[in-house]
């Protein structure tokens, strides 16, 4: 339980409004067994936009073949087989003192009939 404190300092309350807390190993593991997050996407940020910021898409379009198929980090020497992408994420509003950038990074299967589990890693490099 959190100090009344701390929950004033978070900004924690718990109005009737939908939006709900709970453990993640006593809870929510043992009722779901995926989630699925779902955000805005490029255009319609750009058209609830309200200030100067530009928001730019970059697609890298890859698959998983037989070649290209890693794994996962429990076997590193086929996981490095994996699809790998750099970028970098530069001051968006050099006219501004914040030095932060904000990213949204979304993989998806464009084959619906046959879903398998996919994950990604961030790695600074």
């Given at each position: 339980?959190?100090?009344?404190?701390?929950?004033?300092?978070?900004?924690?309350?718990?109005?009737?409004?939908?939006?709900?807390?709970?453990?993640?190993?006593?809870?929510?593991?043992?009722y779901?067994?995926?989630?699925?997050?779902?955000?805005?996407?490029p255009?319609?940020?750009?058209?609830?936009?309200?200030?100067?910021?530009?928001?730019?898409?970059?697609?890298?379009?890859?698959?998983?073949?037989?070649?290209?198929?890693?794994?996962?980090?429990?076997?590193?020497?086929?996981?490095?087989?994996?699809?790998?992408?750099?970028?970098?994420?530069?001051?968006?509003?050099?006219?501004?003192?914040?030095?932060?950038?904000?990213?949204?990074?979304?993989?998806?299967?464009?084959?619906?009939?046959?879903?398998?589990?996919?994950?990604?890693?961030?790695?600074?490099v």
């Open positions: 339980n959190l100090k009344d404190s701390v929950k004033k300092e978070l900004g924690l309350t718990f109005d009737d409004d939908g939006e709900f807390y709970m453990d993640f190993n006593l809870d929510f593991l043992k779901f067994g995926e989630i699925e997050i779902v955000h805005k996407t255009a319609s940020m750009m058209e609830q936009q309200s200030s100067n910021r530009k928001y730019e898409v970059i697609p890298f379009h890859g698959a998983w073949t037989e070649e290209t198929a890693g794994g996962c980090l429990n076997d590193i020497r086929n996981f490095v087989k994996n699809p790998q992408y750099m970028f970098s994420l530069t001051d968006p509003d050099p006219d501004d003192d914040e030095m932060t950038c904000s990213v949204i990074i979304s993989l998806s299967q464009k084959i619906k009939k046959e879903k398998h589990d996919i994950g990604f890693r961030i790695y600074q």
